[in-house]
């Protein structure tokens, strides 16, 4: 069951990074910096929710406490490896890392994180409606 969650989070990795390469290749050129990282945040918000609502009952969790920690889980890994991995790997200053917290230039970072951290549950809630 752990090695599943992980499998599931780290596929959310090249999605997102392929989300920040259309925003700086084709977004910023069609609407500028501040509403590409508001659209390219939005877009990766849905690709989580859509990716985990697809994917949720491989996990089979027994309820919605235990599909909660797996959000909170998947908050701290992300969190960490964008720290880990932009500290150290990309070199960036902690400015830098810590400007998309700040909702500044149409940063909605905070809300991305939100999303991953419920995702888990909603997308559970919703597969128990059907």
């Given at each position: 069951?752990?090695?599943r969650?992980?499998?599931?989070?780290?596929?959310?990795?090249?999605m997102?990074?392929?989300?920040?390469?259309?925003?700086?290749?084709?977004?910023v050129?069609?609407?500028?910096?501040?509403r590409?990282?508001?659209?390219?945040?939005?877009?990766?918000?849905?690709?989580i929710l859509?990716?985990?609502?697809l994917?949720?009952?491989?996990?089979?969790?027994?309820?919605a406490?235990?599909?909660?920690?797996v959000g909170?889980?998947?908050?701290?890994?992300?969190?960490?490896?964008?720290?880990?991995?932009?500290?150290?790997?990309?070199?960036k200053?902690?400015p830098?890392?810590?400007?998309?917290?700040?909702?500044?230039?149409?940063?909605i970072w905070?809300?991305?994180?939100?999303?991953v951290?419920?995702?888990?549950?909603?997308?559970a809630?919703?597969?128990?409606?059907?």
């Amino acid at each position: 069951m752990t090695f599943r969650i992980l499998l599931l989070w780290a596929a959310i990795i090249p999605m997102a990074i392929a989300n920040g390469m259309f925003r700086d290749t084709v977004l910023v050129r069609m609407f500028g910096q501040k509403r590409a990282r508001t659209f390219s945040g939005l877009s990766l918000s849905a690709v989580i929710l859509a990716w985990t609502i697809l994917t949720i009952p491989w996990v089979r969790l027994p309820g919605a406490p235990h599909y909660a920690g797996v959000g909170l889980t998947w908050l701290t890994l992300t969190v960490a490896f964008e720290f880990l991995f932009g500290r150290f790997v990309a070199r960036k200053p902690w400015p830098e890392l810590l400007r998309a917290y700040r909702f500044e230039d149409g940063d909605i970072w905070p809300l991305v994180l939100a999303v991953v951290a419920l995702s888990p549950s909603v997308a559970a809630a919703l597969r128990t409606l059907h």
